[in-house]
């Protein structure tokens, strides 16, 4: 049987409150008293019961999670890993439900989560602003993490893409290539894909480089199938560019396979640079990439939320975190400024 604060108090002669109040670090106790129940606590292993806790509180440790999906994405997965352990750490449990981009499950995901009484929501890549709007209408604690919607009183955590993307074209600017290719999701399909690419687009005009339309090539989703048909519509056009930055590493491992099949040499025939550094140290070659924060992304997410919860500020907070250039060994300095293609 579990332990009890009544248990604790008889063990040492002291009475019930005296030990709540050690527990729930409210009120005074002597410094002499704190210590011995304390000892005592840990050494008859007693346990807080979180549902009572919970009942007095109107808290149920429970933060919700919704985004489309964890899995086959790396990045999603590893947001989810970050936001898991800091939870943990925070002595708090996540909810997660996914909507599979579709509005209409996400508002029964929310449904879900508010008929469970979770303590706050975390939504990443959400599908509908009139959703989260109801949320926030709730009074629930809210946060957007990556893809934000214009959504009036939500705190945000975001990623500077342009900034990240300018800095690995950079790099390989840096490295005298002049003619650089992009392979990426269509700029169409939300903010995130048109802040990446006009990362790129930032770096080459700073440079007075204007690079061949050929050499730009978008998707409409992120997968190593995408990545490899891109890849081969390029080298089937005769000519490569020097580089090409991948805008993401799960097209990245496309790409390197349509670049073996044609025996193009990475770095020696052509430079890669990749995105979201899920991936790139296990291609071969390792490739250079975008490395993303999602630790602090995660631990960003999980503290608004708790803020939110423990104040009535009306404020509403937008972080913006920087991502790092990762290199490897798929970039190498250039000599000639456009390779030509076998085609075969």
Known sequence: MATTITDIAKHINVSPAMVSRVIHNSGYVSKEKRELIEKTLSELNYVPNKVAQGLKSQKTGMIGHILPRAYPNPFWAGLCQSIDEYADECDYQILRLFTYNDPKRELKQIEEMVARKVDGIIFTSASSKENIQRVVDMG?????????LDVMGVDKVLIDYVEASYVATKHLLQLNHKNIGYIGVDTSVNVVESERYNGFQRALMEEMITTDNKFIKFCESYSPQYGFHLMEEMILSDFLPSAIFVASDVLAIGVLQALYKHRIRVPDDISIIGYDNTYADILSPPISSVGLPLKEMGEAAINLILERMKSKITSVKTLILHASYVERESAKHNINQEVESDGT
């Open 140 to 148: 629930i604690p809210t946060v957007m993490v990556e893809r934000p």
